[in-house]
C-alpha cells in the first residue's frame, strides 16, 4: 500500500495545517495559508514529545539510501513496481532505481514544477503538475503524452487496466486513457468551503476506484464508465464554526476482500462493505495521515501523535502508544511482528504490533518525512523524506 501524507491542525490562530512532510492546510475559496512555514512563523509551534529511550531495540538494516531532490512543497511518493522504484522531486525531477540495489537506472527532468507522483506499473509512469497536467512516461524514461485536467494534482495518479485515474484539488476525479491521455469520463462533486487542503488519492481495486471526499463522503466508481456505484457517509460534519465543520476524508481508502476502510479529519474512522457501501462499523477519530491493517488490526495514526490499533472485526481498542505526542506521524505500515511509522524530525520508530511498545528507531536526514512508508516486495520499505533523500529499511 502507498499512501500520501496530510497533516495536523495548528493552533486556531494560525488557521493552518502542518505536517511530517506535505502541503496539507485549511483552504478555502478566499484564502490559503502555506503550513510548510510555520514553525518558521512568530507563532510559537507546540511542544512535541520528546524521544524516549529505548531497551534492547531491534537490529534495522539500512538497504541502500540514495538522492532524488528536494520535494519542495510538494507531497511526492515513490512507487514501487516489479521491475523497479520510481521516484520524483519537486523541481520536475523523475529517476528509476534498481529495487535491490538503490542503484540509479535512469534520470530524467519532466520540465514542468511537479506536485503529484509517482504512479506507476510495468509499462507506464504518471505524474502531475502544479498548473494540473498528467505527465506520463515509458518505463525506459520516454516521453508518452501529457494530459490537461481542470487544477493543480496533488496526489499521485493510479495505473490500472489501460486507465490512468488522476485526481485534482478542486475535487473532480478523470479517468484517462492510458495509450495517449485522452479522457474518458471524470466525476465531480461539490466542495465545501473550507476543506483539508491535502495530497487525498484514490485507490483502484477489482475494476473500483474508490475515493474520499470533503465532507466526509467515501464514493466507489466504476472504472470503465465512471459511473457511480455507491455513496457512503463516512463522517458528518459538526460545529458551530467553518472550522469545526471541516472533515474531509484523509489518504487512501484501504480495500480488502470485502471492505473499504478510511478515516476522516474531525470526524471518524471505519470500515465500509465493498458491495454496497454499508458502514460495517465506525467509531470517533480524527486523522490526518491515513491509516493502514493487516489481518487482524487496522492500524491509524490520530492527529495528536497517538499511534492506534484497532480490532479489524468490530473496530475496539486494542492499544495506544501516545508517547510520541504532535510528532506529526505518517500512517502506520505493518511489518509483521512491528509497525512502523515515521516523524516530521525524519525518524522511523518500530512499534510492536501487539501492544504498541517502542522496539526500535533509526533516523534519516533529519528532515520531514514527506510521505508514507512503502512497502517493498522483499518486505522491506522505502522513506522519502523532504530533501530528498530515499531510503530502504529492513528489520530481517
Known amino acids: 500500500m502507498k499512501q500520501a501524507r496530510a497533516f495536523v491542525l495548528a493552533p486556531i490562530a494560525a488557521l493552518a495545517l502542518a505536517g511530517c512532510g506535505g502541503g496539507a492546510m485549511v483552504s478555502s475559496a478566499i484564502d490559503t495559508i502555506n503550513p510548510m512555514n510555520w514553525f518558521g512563523s512568530s507563532t510559537p509551534a507546540p511542544q512535541m514529545a520528546q524521544l524516549p529511550e529505548l531497551t534492547n531495540p531491534i537490529a534495522v538494516k539500512t538497504l541502500w539510501q540514495s538522492s532524488i531532490g528536494d520535494s519542495q512543497q510538494a507531497v511526492l511518493s515513490p512507487a514501487v513496481t516489479s521491475d523497479g522504484i520510481y521516484a520524483a522531486a519537486g523541481d ?190 465506525g467509531r470517533e477519530m480524527s486523522s490526518t495521515s491515513g491509516l493502514s491493517l493487516d489481518a487482524r488490526y487496522v492500524f491509524a495514526s490520530d492527529d495528536k501523535g497517538a499511534v492506534h490499533a484497532l480490532d479489524r472485526i468490530g473496530g475496539t481498542s486494542v492499544w495506544k502508544q501516545d508517547k510520541l505526542r504532535l510528532r506529526n506521524l505518517s500512517a502506520p505500515l505493518p511489518l509483521g511482528r512491528e509497525i512502523v511509522v515515521a516523524d516530521i524530525q525524519g525518524y522511523v520508530h518500530f512499534l510492536a504490533r501487539e501492544s504498541g511498545a517502542f522496539v526500535g528507531r533509526i533516523a534519516t536526514d533529519g528532515s520531514p518525512v514527506s510521505t508514507n512508508p512503502v512497502l517493498l516486495p522483499d518486505g522491506g520499505f522505502l522513506i522519502q523524506t523532504r530533501k530528498g533523500g530515499l531510503y530502504a529499511f529492513s528489520t530481517h
Open 92 to 281: 520536475g525531477t523523475i529517476t528509476r532505481l534498481d529495487a535491490s540495489s538503490g542503484k540509479q537506472i535512469w534520470r530524467i527532468n519532466a520540465g514542468e514544477r511537479l506536485t503529484g507522483g509517482v504512479g506507476a506499473d510495468r509499462k507506464l509512469l504518471v505524474v502531475g503538475s502544479g498548473k494540473g497536467e498528467v505527465l506520463a512516461f515509458g518505463t525506459d524514461g520516454a516521453a508518452l503524452w501529457k494530459a490537461q485536467i481542470s487544477s493543480e494534482v496533488l496526489a499521485a495518479p493510479q495505473v490500472a487496466d489501460d486507465v490512468v485515474v488522476v485526481r485534482s484539488d478542486d475535487g473532480r476525479i478523470f479517468g484517462l486513457d492510458a495509450k495517449d491521455g485522452k479522457r474518458k469520463w471524470y466525476y465531480q462533486r461539490a466542495t465545501p468551503a473550507l476543506t483539508v487542503r491535502s495530497p487525498a488519492g484514490i485507490s483502484i481495486a477489482r475494476n473500483v476506484v474508490y475515493a474520499g471526499f470533503a465532507g466526509g463522503k467515501l464514493v466507489a466508481i466504476n472504472l470503465d464508465n465512471g459511473a457511480v456505484r455507491w455513496e457512503a457517509t463516512v463522517a458528518l460534519p459538526r460545529g458551530a464554526t467553518e472550522l469545526e465543520r471541516v472533515t474531509d476524508v484523509i489518504g487512501l481508502p484501504v480495500v480488502t476482500q470485502r471492505e473499504v476502510c478510511v478515516v476522516a479529519y474531525q470526524g471518524r474512522i471505519g470500515c465500509f462493505d465493498i458491495a454496497n457501501g454499508q458502514a460495517v462499523w
